[in-house]
């Protein structure tokens, strides 16, 4: 059964940083890309950053020159460094693990984690 646990997030104040991770397991052979997401109550889920496993990123306007994503290819783990935090980016983040090749899993499949809260308040 493959899983992505999310941690890192937490209570900071604008203009600080954060550090979140998402590692993944389960007899893991591959993962194509690895995508960080976030979601607001009440609205939709919208993308923040995505890494390739040849390491290419993409960000989203709202992030960009702020938050940097990174992956550990060796430890299918995935990190979000998210500096000059604003109110706005205030959510939950969901990491996701696009076109995974598992042991015992048939062709490729999408996984998401649970999901860790970010709070950016004075």
């Known amino acids: 059964q493959v899983q992505l646990v999310e941690s890192g997030g937490g209570l900071v104040q604008p203009g600080g940083s954060l550090r979140l991770s998402c590692a993944a397991s389960?007899?893991?052979?591959?993962?194509?890309?690895m995508k960080w997401f976030r979601q607001e109550p009440g609205k939709q889920r919208e993308w923040v950053a995505t890494?390739?496993?040849?390491?290419?990123?993409n960000y989203a306007d709202s992030v960009k020159g702020r938050f940097t994503i990174s992956r550990d290819n060796t430890k299918n783990t995935v990190y979000l460094q998210m500096n000059s935090l604003k109110p706005e980016d205030t959510a939950d983040y969901y990491c996701n693990a696009q076109r995974v090749r598992a042991l015992g899993r048939i062709g490729l499949n999408d996984y998401w984690g649970q999901g860790t809260q970010v709070t950016v308040s004075s």
């Open positions: 890494i390739t496993n040849s390491g290419s990123t």
């Open positions: 389960g007899n893991i052979v591959s993962i194509t890309a």
